[in-house]
């Protein structure tokens, strides 16, 4: 059930009639409290440890045993890590039922009837492994990969992690990928060596994009038919067939966004996560577990290999490598060097002396000339710019005040040149709109878009292409010739043979974010779109407008991010904010709050600290443990929420364990 009060499992008599299809794992129905509500049939027994009377399953909705113990197990390991209920996390494990296609499945199953494991369950046909002699080299060790690079023999570490995969052993690491690196390609080849081994792996990407080029890689490099690919996009049959699959035992291999956390995979041997900073891998849905949480969970429950990749680095990452859970997968600073774009910044003193302009110019002359002489060598040049839209914020050109809604004080925005603003929280239009502090009625831009970013750059190089991409339409590759792209963050495109030149535009847009994680996420992004950038050997430029003092200046520079995950968990430490401690967010009602904190019996080293604002009208509360306690914490919250449900509380509460905002 839902409800925490109630989050515990049920006894109930099997009748004679549905004991063959009662089978671990499949979907029922029972009544409970009066109602006909659906269940999961989690284990058989002979007798029930229950003195009351028992009441008999109702229906057995489908005879496949969709819910694997293995997975049974993890949500009940994450359920009880985020302070949630077990049915909220199988919600987000098991995909809704299809009919169709579970009929269509069964339809062409042999009438014999299937061997079955000691739980009482088919037992799933295994998977051919991909073929390997004894002493052969594993995958992508010796292989170059294409454009001459030399896979993971790029890493000291990289020859060793395959073996280790290949041997069936359960290596742990996290890996910084190299500019320019075909990621998808190295994952790929790690996947081999586990399928190699006779194991399974769940891999998990942020979104559709980068799925799409693992699924490329994974086809180019097991074959066709060797994997399947589970993500919410693919609409609900396609998805339930997918997922079926790999319950089935059909592929060896799952990956997909964070729908595949909780893939059932058998003889899990590897979960993978690539660029685990992106905070599309953070469910949205109660109880709001992290993708790459549930995977390192998944790790130590099953005894699998770990693989946490990305061009960046995120304190929860580094808290691994630092306690030494994982090992670290790095280059070697020559190898760096080759690879590497030359990458400058804008704010530093040498480049003020030339350019005193540069400290306040959107565009400063480096960044321009950068992007005319790549142009001129007939090179694709990549523009990240943060904010979409054409000038999503305006201002009073008197007095330069924030322009606001007269309706509901949101910011307006103006769609294109000659729009009229209109508020980006109502949608209302603000024809008439006058200053409320001076009266006037022009205004001028304080945040510039992608879109207008695009026409400036189209009159200064007149006669090159310009192509967006962003939230309208999001461009997967691009060609080799002179063109301009302005993309926002996570829409960049590759290149052909990369980019010439890579401009980071409007730095303090990230920079001044009032977000514990501003800096670190600034530096993922900005590290993604330079890694897309040709080798300095090649005439690849990466420009930064930013000063060059700051640290995550500093660690993009020096293609340094394990330095700055450090650093940044260094700090956090001191100050004692996740991933160094523990912290927990109760957000609601003020007496809802409260009333749910005074019944919790919280640890002794327990700090509380607030109350915060939220949104409509609520507060936040947040509590913060040593990791050591992190336990007792879920778990005295989750028995306060309870004992409000218990006593039917009226205003509901939400738990968050460490959430990606805090503020």
Not at 77 to 88: E, M, N, P, Q
Not at 259 to 270: D, N, S, T
Not at 373 to 401: F, K, N
Not at 439 to 450: C, K, P, S, W
Request: contains cysteine; glycine residues 10%.
């Amino acid at each position: 059930m839902p409800l925490p009060h109630l989050d515990r499992p049920f006894d109930y008599l099997v009748p004679a009639d549905l004991a063959d299809a009662a089978m671990p794992g499949c979907r029922v129905k029972v009544r409970f409290a009066g109602q006909l509500v659906d269940g999961w049939l989690l284990e058989r027994a002979d007798e029930s440890a229950h003195s009351g009377r028992l009441a008999y399953l109702e229906k057995v909705v489908s005879p496949v045993p969709v819910l694997a113990p293995e997975v049974a197990g993890l949500a009940r390991a994450v359920a009880d890590r985020y302070a949630g209920s077990l049915a909220d996390v199988l919600r987000l494990a098991v995909p809704p039922r299809h009919a169709r296609v579970e009929k269509e499945i069964l339809a062409a199953e042999p009438t014999t009837s299937a061997p079955t494991s000691g739980s009482g369950e088919p037992t799933p046909a295994t998977p051919e492994p991909v073929p390997a002699t004894a002493g052969s080299t594993p995958p992508g060790e010796s292989t170059p990969a294409t454009g001459g690079q030399g896979g993971w023999r790029d890493y000291p570490a990289g020859p060793a992690l395959l073996r280790a995969l290949t041997q069936g052993r359960a290596p742990r690491a996290v890996w910084s990928a190299l500019p320019g690196e075909d990621w998808a390609a190295r994952y790929a080849e790690a996947c081999a060596a586990v399928v190699a081994a006779d194991r399974g792996v769940v891999m998990v990407v942020p979104d559709a994009r980068d799925l799409d080029r693992l699924d490329a890689a994974l086809t180019a490099t097991l074959g066709a038919g060797r994997h399947v690919c589970l993500s919410a996009a693919l609409g609900p049959a396609r998805r339930y067939r997918a997922f079926l699959a790999a319950r089935r035992g059909e592929v060896p291999v799952v990956v997909g966004t964070r729908a595949a956390m909780f893939a059932p995979v058998e003889r899990l041997g590897l979960v993978a996560i690539w660029d685990d900073g992106d905070d599309l891998h953070a469910e949205p849905r109660a109880p709001y577990p992290h993708a790459r949480e549930v995977l390192l969970t998944r790790a130590q429950l099953a005894g699998a290999a770990a693989l946490v990749g990305g061009f960046s680095r995120t304190a929860e990452a580094q808290l691994l490598v630092e306690t030494g859970w994982a090992r670290e997968v790095t280059t070697d600073r020559a190898t760096l060097r080759s690879r590497t774009p030359a990458i400058v910044p804008t704010g530093d003193d040498p480049q003020l002396a030339r350019d005193p302009g540069a400290a306040t110019a959107r565009l400063p002359s480096l960044a321009w000339t950068a992007a005319r002489d790549a142009v001129r060598a007939d090179q694709p040049v990549l523009v990240q710019v943060p904010r979409r839209g054409y000038l999503p914020s305006v201002g009073c050109a008197e007095c330069r005040t924030p322009a606001r809604c007269p309706h509901c004080a949101g910011p307006l925005a103006l769609p294109n040149a000659t729009g009229t603003p209109a508020c980006r929280w109502c949608g209302r239009v603000c024809a008439g709109y006058a200053c409320p502090e001076c009266g006037g009625r022009r205004l001028r831009a304080a945040v510039v878009g992608a879109r207008r970013t695009a026409e400036e750059l189209g009159r200064a190089f007149p006669g090159v292409p310009v192509r967006t991409s962003g939230r309208e339409e999001v461009l997967t590759a691009v060609g080799d010739g002179a063109g301009l792209v302005i993309a926002t963050p996570g829409a960049e495109p590759v290149a052909e043979g990369g980019y010439g030149a890579v401009l980071l535009l409007d730095s303090w847009a990230l920079l001044t974010r009032a977000d514990l994680r501003a800096g670190e996420e600034a530096l993922r992004r900005w590290m993604t779109a330079a890694a897309l950038a040709r080798p300095a050997s090649r005439g690849g430029r990466v420009v930064v407008v930013a000063d060059g003092g700051l640290a995550v200046v500093q660690a993009l520079l020096r293609w340094d991010a394990a330095w700055f995950a450090g650093r940044e968990l260094a700090e956090r430490r001191e100050l004692g904010f996740p991933p160094a401690v523990r912290m927990a967010s109760v957000t609601g009602l003020a007496d809802a709050v409260a009333d749910l904190l005074a019944g919790a019996r919280l640890p002794a080293e327990a700090e509380v600290l607030g109350p915060v604002p939220a949104d409509d009208d609520r507060e936040r509360m947040l509590v913060r443990v040593p990791r050591s306690r992190a336990v007792e914490l879920a778990g005295a919250l989750h028995s306060a929420a309870g004992t409000r449900t218990a006593r039917k509380a009226a205003d509901p509460v939400r738990l968050q364990i460490d959430p990606l905002t805090l503020f």
